[in-house]
């Protein structure tokens, strides 16, 4: 009977030891991951630097007045192929926006169809000023990109894109989408530390530096893993030791010298207390991080059109559209015809053929159905230029976020294609882009997400208190590592 009681103490002893390995694998991602933890609620709210426009209004089409059409100007400078337009007018002037086959966007006067020099970076320049409201600052750099980077990250969504840097002691940054006339994100020098700040500590990007997306999200579930089975191992301990704990606090309490172990005692107490929230964070993140791998290796590949000028036979300023209500024109070739896509001030998106000049009706669910198929076929390998991998159940409006399509994506308005096996697919249709797609466990993840990771289960207090209480949940973390840590330097 002593033999198995020794036994037993001995693979309690044994599991402690492991539980201070574990725990000390564990503490470099925790103290990573705390930290940066602790800065997003300083750099997306707190600290968030402000800009006082944030959405480009654009002109209507009556303001901008046209002299000469589209096919006009596309004869005068002998273009026989254009993958899009737009009419824009900045600097006191107004222009064509021709995307050539080459997919370089140009200017041309509507006045008389003469070419803007440099024109896109002009526009660039013109747009971020227009959202700084700064026309007095000059400007040190502009760049064009068309990769995401430390302080342009894939979570901004948008490219290609512009840099326009500020010659400001804020070091402000703003990009801007010159296709679209709106921004990216803007920065200035102190949200540009916090991101990259997050970037290293948080998401461990020099890992994929050094070998890859693929080493860097395999490196950090095993992170994940060992701060789980940290925190599971110590519930154990705990509950093996709980009758020595029991009775180490009841001699502290009849004892009136120093307790030594006070550490030990802190350690174990607030972990306890940690526990749940160490749960909810290394859960969320975990499977975050599985679905990441997962859709890793799927392709994409966004769609193009190229257009033939013969094609429009209609002029883009005799649409039956008025003037006054046209926000923006474009072209839109599906379904082996083309057509005038025009935003309308009512925020209705109307498809007119550019052969005969009648309306298509729906037109916007017919196209987002053409684009998600497109989109559909290539991510299962099929002939993109076909049509239908399976036939789409609804096509609805998103004019918001909402729990399934969140913040995130960026883009809006948006259509959501939805399909029999419970697939949703949100189209752009104004820029022909795949916003994001959504499946069951896609949709599972990101709700976890939110609501574990992101604390969004505290949205009902407001963004400070919630932001308040996960910095507070970081912080108690960190705490319970660094006297896990200070009690292991003790025992030496």
Do not use: C
Not at 17 to 37: E, M, N, V, Y
Not at 86 to 106: E, P, T
Not at 202 to 212: E, K, S, V, Y
């Amino acid at each position: 009977m002593k033999k198995s009681t020794a036994n037993n103490q001995a693979a309690k002893r044994r599991f402690y030891k492991w539980h201070r390995i574990i725990g000390l694998t564990a503490l470099t991602p925790i103290i990573g991951w705390t930290i940066s933890g602790l800065s997003h609620p300083l750099m997306s709210n707190w600290l968030r630097p402000a800009i006082p426009k944030e959405v480009f209004a654009p002109a209507t089409q009556d303001k901008i007045a046209p002299a000469v059409t589209l096919q006009q100007v596309l004869a005068m400078h002998n273009i026989q192929q254009v993958r899009n337009f737009s009419l824009i007018k900045f600097n006191k002037g107004a222009y064509y926006q021709i995307l050539d086959k080459d997919s370089v966007s140009n200017y041309y006067s509507v006045a008389d169809g003469s070419f803007l020099p440099h024109g896109d970076k002009a526009y660039a320049e013109y747009l971020a000023r227009y959202f700084t409201q700064d026309s007095i600052s000059a400007i040190k750099q502009m760049t064009f990109q068309n990769t995401f980077d430390s302080h342009y990250q894939p979570i901004n969504r948008l490219l290609p894109v512009w840099k326009v840097t500020f010659d400001r002691p804020d070091g402000m940054d703003v990009y801007v989408e010159t296709a679209q006339s709106r921004m990216g994100t803007f920065n200035n020098n102190t949200r540009k530390f916090f991101l990259v700040l997050f970037e290293q500590m948080h998401t461990w990007n020099f890992l994929a530096d050094i070998g890859g997306e693929q080493l860097r999200i395999i490196v950090l579930m095993v992170a994940v893993s060992s701060i789980f089975l940290a925190m599971l191992s110590g519930l154990i301990v705990y509950g093996l030791f709980w009758k020595k704990f029991k009775e180490v606090t009841q001699k502290k309490k009849n004892n009136s010298r120093d307790d030594k172990r006070i550490i030990h005692r802190y350690h174990r107490q607030l972990g306890l207390i940690m526990s749940a929230l160490m749960l909810t964070f290394t859960v969320s993140g975990g499977f975050h991080l599985y679905i990441t791998l997962h859709n890793y290796s799927e392709k994409s590949n966004n769609y193009q059109q190229l257009i033939n000028v013969q094609d429009l036979k209609v002029s883009n300023l005799d649409l039956p559209i008025a003037d006054s209500s046209i926000l923006r024109v474009g072209l839109a070739k599906f379904n082996d015809k083309t057509y005038y896509q025009v935003l309308t001030n009512k925020k209705q998106v109307r498809y007119i053929d550019a052969t005969n000049n009648e309306e298509l009706q729906d037109g916007d669910a017919v196209y987002a159905r053409y684009l998600a198929a497109y989109y559909r076929n290539f991510r299962h390998g099929g002939n993109t230029e076909s049509g239908q991998l399976s036939n789409a159940v609804t096509v609805t409006p998103v004019k918001q976020f909402t729990n399934d399509y969140g913040f995130i994506n960026k883009r809006l308005p948006v259509e959501q294609v939805s399909y029999d096996s419970g697939d949703d697919w949100y189209i752009e249709t104004t820029s022909a882009k795949l916003a994001t797609k959504v499946t069951g466990i896609d949709r599972a993840e990101g709700l976890t997400f939110i609501f574990l990771h992101k604390f969004f289960w505290m949205t009902w207090a407001g963004k400070d208190i919630r932001d308040i209480v996960s910095m507070l949940a970081a912080l108690g973390i960190l705490i319970v590592s660094l006297l896990g840590l200070t009690a292991f330097i003790k025992n030496k």
